[in-house]
């Protein structure tokens, strides 16, 4: 069954117009630039990547290295959504498609691949999409294009600390054909405002529980994974990756999932609407948009 990502057409006018938007601001955040380059001077450490799941991790990895170092810098004006759009632009215009994997230009490639993989839907320019679908059965290896086809599986389960202050929300994920299955570990704090603190994925639902334990601590040391079957439950996980919400004690591994976790909570939410579960929304398009 075809991801979300295939009915990306549909959306692209939409896309075209918020990137516009974002086009308009005059200028950007001093960090920017630098953090740009740095991307772009490591991004050959992704070709190292044997499988989807490395891919998307290397990418988040490369990422979150700078979000963390603007995080330290205490810079006021990250703009973390308008920072990836700029990335994305700057990876587009410096790589082309690469002949062989001796090209010189493959690490752009794969990074334009890890980028597509961990985007929430209206993140990435057009031109970019665009340009994978072209080259769609001609890419070495042969699973890169499956690296951006993450779906949800539909199996959901929930863990609570004793106090209550703490919810893991774990979903069962694959690529198409049901490869590489795995789970995504979202770590909520139910304190107001509900907050993401981090975000992961393991091989199987055992690890997931057994490091959101080790986490917690003591309070979470005799919870349980019970299976969610009422969405509603869910209802407040879209709004957990608000991307204006930056207080400046994020975790590295919150900074590594920045958009990774937005991105999998939409396609949990798309897999769910597909059997017909009544879901929460997702947040309307103007909260991905630069302030």
């Not at 691949?113 to 679908?133: E, K, N, R, S, V």
């Not at 986490?215 to 919870?223: I, K, P």
Request: aromatic share 8%; glycine share 6%.
């Amino acid at each position: 069954m075809p991801s979300s990502r295939g009915r990306k057409s549909k959306r692209r006018a939409k896309i075209a117009a918020a990137h516009h938007r974002r086009e308009r601001v005059a200028g950007g955040p001093s960090w920017f630039d630098e953090s740009i380059r740095q991307v772009l001077g490591h991004r050959r450490s992704l070709i190292f990547a044997k499988r989807p799941r490395e891919l998307e991790q290397a990418t988040c990895e490369l990422l979150g290295e700078q979000l963390h170092s603007a995080v330290q810098a205490r810079d006021f004006h990250l703009h973390f959504d308008r920072w990836f759009g700029e990335l994305a632009a700057a990876v587009l215009s410096s790589t082309k498609v690469p002949a062989s994997q001796d090209d010189s230009d493959q690490s752009g490639w794969w990074l334009l691949h890890g980028l597509l993989a961990i985007a929430p839907t209206d993140f990435l320019i057009p031109a970019i999409q665009d340009l994978l679908d072209a080259t769609t059965g001609h890419c070495d290896p042969p699973w890169l294009p499956l690296s951006c086809r993450v779906q949800a599986t539909g199996e959901i389960w929930q863990l609570t600390n004793r106090d209550e202050t703490r919810i893991a929300i774990i979903a069962g994920y694959e690529y198409p054909g049901g490869a590489d299955q795995h789970v995504y570990l979202f770590d909520v704090e139910t304190c107001s405002p509900t907050e993401l603190l981090g975000a992961d994925v393991f091989g199987t639902l055992d690890q997931a529980v057994r490091a959101w334990r080790a986490t917690v601590g003591e309070t979470a040391s005799d919870s349980h994974p019970t299976a969610v079957t009422d969405s509603q439950a869910l209802a407040f996980l879209p709004y957990c990756c608000d991307f204006a919400q930056v207080s400046g004690l994020e975790s590295r591994n919150r900074l590594d999932n920045w958009f990774r976790a937005a991105r999998r909570v939409e396609e949990l939410m798309v897999t769910l609407r597909r059997r017909g579960t009544p879901v929460p929304p997702i947040p309307i398009p103007e909260l991905t948009e630069c302030r």
